[in-house]
């Protein structure tokens, strides 16, 4: 018996807003999720067809479970179940996230939320550093790619800025291992599209917070613009997504600490859905809820675009030996970029002998048992309280 369109849509919003809700884990539990309510319970889509829609969303950037969202959404219910899927899985993130951003600029900086954050901290390195291990022992598959990444990792260093490293690195693998492929470039192509879930499927930071009132007066345009680039351009995982806010609110505009930053990765942690709600509670802490709108409706509008208006040329993509060549350069990109990022934060976090104790023993626990990044915050967390109530 078929559906109404209104029924539908009513039941795009009630699935997706229930995950939005429940989705912790990163994109990887969240797209596992889907597949068991779409594939399994409410057969909307058959299971090729559901791999088919995830590795359309692994052709472009964004999110790649909020797309998934999108995708399934429109399979549903159209154009309308689209905007509806994306709308009603981002929201309890936002309202969540900016919610800690309200309580963060009220009593961020009281003593009780300090010992906790100096916990979490070191964990969330261990976290980065963990996805930076297991993405880029798939990624650096030969010494051109791995040429690549040392390029983009230096240059990203001296100050080129993450977008341009990120491209630059794409374009130059396109280029390079297209025109003169070699066995090594035969194996990085046959996995370049397997691969690539891999890298966004690492998703598991979800940035929240950062500090009170760090850009009084920013202009509420710009801050869209900042976030609308970073929508419009986020290849690869939420660890990158770390170093383009990392150079462009800290280094380049000032709005935010590096230490405030910290604090925005590890809150974060606690938090369902989509990665990328960092900017709710970013936006926030600039600008209060006019901003945390602003930087919330600049980070997701390009995905609502790029699936709407890419997907139907996903299949001539996919089949594209130059794109598959380019997105092989781009996974050993972010890698790159990661890579840099865990230097800069942890020079401004390991300055203790605990939190070189915490790190260590989260990197232990990531790379040697693959325990969850939410267990890790955990426990970092109660070890920041633990070392506070001894002190």
């Known amino acids: 018996m078929s559906t109404s369109p209104s029924g539908a849509l009513r039941e795009v919003a009630g699935l ?12 990887a539990a969240h797209i596992a999720m889907m597949e068991e309510e779409c594939v399994v319970r409410r057969r909307w889509v058959s299971r090729q067809h559901f791999l088919d829609l995830v590795g359309a969303t692994n052709l472009i950037p964004g999110p790649n479970s909020t797309e998934m969202a999108m995708h399934l959404g429109y399979e549903r219910a159209g154009w309308r179940g689209l905007v509806v899927a994306g709308v009603c899985f981002i929201l309890p993130a936002a309202l969540i996230t900016g919610l800690l951003g309200w309580l963060y600029v009220r009593f961020g900086n009281v003593p009780e939320m300090a010992p906790l954050l100096q916990g979490i901290k070191p964990a969330v390195l261990a976290v980065i550093l963990g996805a930076v291990w297991r993405i880029g022992r798939q990624a650096v598959r030969g010494v051109r790619l791995a040429v690549i990444g040392l390029a983009v990792a230096g240059a990203t260093g001296a100050g080129l800025n993450e977008v341009l ?20 470039r035969s194996a990085a192509g046959s996995g370049g599209l397997a691969l690539w879930p891999s890298l966004k499927d690492s998703l598991g930071v979800a940035l929240g917070t950062g500090g009170a009132g760090a850009a009084a007066g920013v202009s509420l345009g710009k801050l869209f613009l900042f976030f609308l680039k970073v929508g419009a351009v986020l290849y690869g995982s939420g660890y990158v997504l770390v170093a383009f806010l990392e150079g462009g609110l800290v280094q380049d505009y000032g709005w935010l600490t590096q230490a405030q930053l910290l604090d925005a990765v ?3 942690q606690f938090t369902p859905g ?9 936006g926030y802490v600039i600008a209060g809820w006019p901003g945390a709108v602003a930087a919330t409706a600049g980070i997701f509008l390009p995905s609502f675009l790029f699936v709407g208006v890419l997907n139907p040329l996903i299949p001539k993509l996919r089949a594209s030996r130059w794109l598959s060549a380019f997105l092989d350069a781009v996974n050993v990109s972010a890698v790159a970029l990661m890579a840099v990022v865990i230097v800069e934060l942890g020079r401004a976090t390991l300055l203790s002998w605990p939190a070189w104790a915490i790190a260590l023993t989260a990197a232990v626990a990531t790379l040697r ?21 001894w002190a």
């Open 274 to 282: 989509p990665v990328l709600t960092t900017a709710t509670f970013i």
């Open 16 to 27: 997706f807003l229930k995950l939005g809700l429940i989705a912790f884990g990163g994109p």
């Open 266 to 268: 590890a809150i974060g």
């Open 165 to 184: 490293a990120l491209l630059g690195g794409g374009v130059l693998g396109m280029f390079w291992l297209r025109i003169a492929p070699t066995p090594e």
């Open 369 to 389: 048992f693959r325990v969850n990044a939410a267990w890790l915050v955990l426990g970092g967390a109660l070890a920041g309280w633990l070392l506070a109530l």
